[in-house]
């Protein structure tokens, strides 16, 4: 259930940044709020799960997957490259995340 858990919060996590991207300086309300949300629930569900596994592997694996799913997003929405460098590279950060859960106890 931990690890359920971590996986939301790092989604949640790729909430918060790219509500980040339209907050323009928090003057609009409906991303600022969305952002606070996200990093609220991103926040409470990484300590949940850090209970259970260890903090140095919870906040890796969140942070792991918050960067490789914000980075999606840029390619996806927001016209951002997608040179083969950088999916090798999103290719790297997924395999250490895997590798960090098969060696966590």
Known sequence: MA???LVVGGLFEIGF?????Y???FRHL???LGFLA?????????EIASRSIPMGTAYAVWGGIGALGTVIVGIAW???PASLPRLLLILGVVLCIAGL???AH
């Open 30 to 32: 409906g991303w600022t």
């Open 78 to 80: 927001f016209g951002e």
């Open 38 to 46: 996200s990093v609220t629930c991103s926040m409470a569900l990484l």
């Open 101 to 103: 859960k098969l060696t």
């Open 23 to 25: 907050v323009d300086g």
């Open 3 to 5: 690890w359920l858990l």
């Open 17 to 21: 940044t790219t509500c980040l991207r």
